[in-house]
Each structure stands twice: as structure tokens, then as C-alpha cells.
């Protein structure tokens, strides 16, 4: 469990509020959270409720109206290039439409070797080729049907493990995944999370999941934080949260997967 883990990652009551007079949106309400390494935390909630803006803020990708997040001790800034490199380098996201994420004009060589070059590693032409077949071989791609490749050539299956591929070689301390398998069939979506299972367990990495499936999110995680209009309203163990849900809207989620007691053989 999660107790016994380094807490390293805090938010304080992270606002996000767009728009002004009558057109204002909270989208994000005084949020807490406390992240641990090696963490698997679900972000779960309806559409609308405010997680992808939530998975933005600590990506530091949209700048918070209030409040603070704290990493390894100390109060987050980025207002200076080399405090956003720092944080960058510890902290990636894959996002729900592989396609939004790559440039497309880019085969999947560049992608990959541009991820040893963000690294600042200096390696020969051979090593190079080790690390990119070796990234290919933890998702189950073939690096020599794929190399000359564009992304646009891929299937979406492929574009996903091409993702997972990038954050295996760049090994971040925290992995914000937002709805990553909500476009690929059943049969990716469960390749893509026990992937994201082994990246917790082989390199210690923090995985912030993101999604409306409450299945899902009790399949994958260690923690569950269940977010209505901004807010969230319950937080707990994966075991907590959905045997013993305690809020009305907890409670409402699992009603719509009647299926989830008999899918997850829970008697
Ligand atoms: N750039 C923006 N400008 C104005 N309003 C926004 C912006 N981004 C998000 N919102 C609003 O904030 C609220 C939360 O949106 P957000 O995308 O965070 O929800 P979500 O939980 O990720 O939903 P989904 O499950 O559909 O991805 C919504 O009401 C949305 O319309
Ligand atoms: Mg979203």
C-alpha cells in the first residue's frame, strides 16, 4: 500500500477558474492531493468534472488560479526556463488521442531517438539502435517494422505502445496518463495498462490515471480520487472507494457499472 511510500508530490487547494463575469468556469475547486512514489492514483470522475484540467495544472502545462503544488519538499515554480526543463524531465503525460501527441511529419526514428537526445546522453550509432529496439520490445513492437515509419502509419494500438515506448526510455518519476485507452479496443486497453503496471514496478514511477471508468481505475490503481464539478468529494484506497463508497456521487458512478461486482470477482 501506499503508506509505507515516499511522499513527494502535495497539492494545496489547486484552483482553476476560466472566463470572467458570467461566463466564469471553476473547473478545478480547491483540490488536495498527496501523490507517493511508485503510486498508482486514479483521477476519476464524469466528463466536465475537471480532470484533464486538474492533469494540466500539475503538468504545469496551464497555470493554476490559486493554490500550490509542492515536489520533493518544496514549492513548485515555474516561471524560469531551467525550473521547467528540471520539472520536465521528471514529469511526462500520454493523452487519450495518440494523434494529438506526435508530430506527425516525424517517423517513429526521430521520435524515439529524440527522446535519448532530450536526455543529453551521448551515445554511438549502435547504442543508440540498442535503446530505441529496446524500448520497441518492452511494448511489443518490432523497432525494424516500424522505424521508417510515420506515426500516421501506425494503428492506434501501436501509436499508444509507441507512447508507452517514449516514457520507457525517458523513465520520469511521474506519469500522467489521461484517458490513454479510451480510443483502442478491449484487447489494447489491457495490453496498454498492464504496460503501465510494469513501468510502476520496474522503475518506481508515480502514475496519475486519468478516467471516467471506475473498473478501470480500481483494476490499475493503489489510490482513487473520485471528482464531481471540480471537487473532489472522496479519496481512499482502490478497496475503499469502491467496496465502501461513502459519497452519494461515489456511489452513483458504481451504480452505472452494475456489471463492475461480477467483472472484478467480487462476489
Ligand atoms: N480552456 C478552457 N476555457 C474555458 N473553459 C474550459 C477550458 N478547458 C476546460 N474548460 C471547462 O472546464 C470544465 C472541466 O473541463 P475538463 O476538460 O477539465 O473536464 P474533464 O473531466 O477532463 O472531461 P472529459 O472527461 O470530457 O475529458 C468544463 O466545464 C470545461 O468546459
Ligand atoms: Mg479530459
Given at each position: ?6 511522499s ?5 487547494q ?8 458570467q ?5 478545478v475547486?480547491?483540490?488536495?492531493f498527496?501523490?507517493?512514489r511508485g503510486?498508482?492514483i ?5 466528463s466536465?468534472?475537471?480532470k484533464?484540467?486538474?492533469a494540466?495544472m500539475?503538468m504545469g502545462?496551464?497555470k493554476?488560479?490559486?493554490g500550490t ?8 515554480q515555474?516561471?524560469?526556463?531551467a ?10 503525460a500520454i493523452?487519450?488521442?495518440p494523434?494529438?501527441?506526435f508530430n ?5 526514428e526521430?521520435?524515439?531517438l529524440d527522446?535519448?537526445?532530450l ?5 554511438t550509432?549502435?547504442e543508440?539502435?540498442?535503446k ?5 520490445s518492452?511494448v ?6 516500424l522505424y521508417n515509419?510515420?506515426?500516421f502509419e501506425?494503428?492506434g ?11 520507457f ?10 484517458e490513454?485507452t ?7 486497453r489491457?495490453?496498454?495498462l498492464d504496460?503501465?503496471?510494469k513501468?510502476r514496478d520496474?522503475?518506481n514511477?508515480t ?8 473498473g478501470l ?8 480520487y ?7 468529494v472522496e479519496?481512499g484506497?482502490a478497496?475503499?472507494v469502491?467496496l465502501s463508497p461513502?459519497?452519494?456521487y461515489?456511489k452513483?458512478?458504481?451504480?452505472d457499472?452494475?456489471k ?8
Amino acid at each position: 500500500m501506499s503508506s509505507n511510500r515516499e511522499s513527494f508530490m502535495h497539492g494545496k487547494q489547486l484552483t482553476k477558474v476560466f472566463g470572467f463575469g458570467q461566463q466564469k468556469v471553476t473547473a478545478v475547486q480547491a483540490v488536495d492531493f498527496d501523490f507517493h512514489r511508485g503510486e498508482i492514483i486514479s483521477i476519476v470522475g464524469e466528463s466536465g468534472s475537471g480532470k484533464t484540467t486538474l492533469a494540466k495544472m500539475i503538468m504545469g502545462l496551464l497555470k493554476e488560479s490559486s493554490g500550490t503544488i509542492e515536489y520533493k519538499g518544496k514549492t513548485r515554480q515555474l516561471k524560469r526556463h531551467a525550473e521547467r526543463k528540471a520539472y520536465w524531465k521528471d514529469i511526462q503525460a500520454i493523452f487519450q488521442d495518440p494523434f494529438a501527441s506526435f508530430n506527425m511529419f516525424h517517423k517513429v526514428e526521430k521520435l524515439l531517438l529524440d527522446c535519448i537526445k532530450l536526455q543529453g546522453l551521448q551515445l554511438t550509432k549502435d547504442e543508440r539502435f540498442a535503446k530505441m529496439k529496446e524500448a520497441c520490445s518492452f511494448v511489443n513492437l518490432k523497432f525494424e517494422e516500424l522505424y521508417n515509419k510515420y506515426p500516421f502509419e501506425l494503428s492506434g494500438g501501436q501509436m499508444q505502445r509507441l507512447m508507452i515506448a517514449r516514457i520507457f526510455m525517458l523513465h520520469p518519476k511521474v506519469l500522467i496518463a489521461d484517458e490513454p485507452t479510451s480510443m483502442v479496443d478491449a484487447c489494447s486497453r489491457s495490453t496498454i495498462l498492464d504496460m503501465l503496471l510494469k513501468l510502476r514496478d520496474e522503475n518506481n514511477m508515480t502514475i496519475i490515471f486519468i478516467t471516467h471508468d471506475v473498473g478501470l481505475a480500481y483494476y490499475i490503481s493503489d489510490t482513487i480520487y473520485i471528482m464531481e464539478k471540480g471537487k473532489i468529494v472522496e479519496r481512499g484506497t482502490a478497496e475503499e472507494v469502491i467496496l465502501s463508497p461513502q459519497h452519494p456521487y461515489t456511489k452513483q458512478l458504481i451504480a452505472d457499472v452494475p456489471k463492475i461486482h461480477e467483472a472484478w470477482n467480487l462476489g
